[in-house]
């Protein structure tokens, strides 16, 4: 098996096969592809064309190189991530307790100023957490009507509260 006539004969089919799965061309891999295949020249068995095994060790060497990739890029990102919540300041300023204080007293007037079934369907659904189904055997009506009454009732909130959110 002379490896520079594999090298010539597939070196077009390695490129597209890396580009069609990775999105772009990688000569690390190109040349991981070529090892590989140099490597395990004697595992070769000509039942099949040698351009087709070619194409399986590229495929695989892309596929893991995008795995091991993403895993890299996950890890740095958690890390990251972290380090945010050690330099950020765990103490709530007295500016800050104010704003959250003043936005908790516009959420509750603006549920308060409800009328009382909408009212009812979100104290129910969204601050006790009840089901659809057990909100609406406290309230006595359908389910139908429970999900009509919260999606009209997040709709006039949303509405009233736009500058919040």
Known sequence: MDLKEIIKANKEN??????????????????????RVWKNSNKYEEKGSIKGWISTITKNITKDYLKSAVVKREKLLEEDDNTFDVVSDKKETPELRLITNDRQKRITKAINGLKPKFKDVILYCEVYGYTYEDCAKKLKCPVGTIKSRLYNAKKQLADELEDLL
């Open 14 to 35: 390695v490129k597209n096969i890396i580009r069609m799965i990775s999105g772009n061309d990688n000569e690390d891999l190109e040349q991981e592809v070529y090892l």
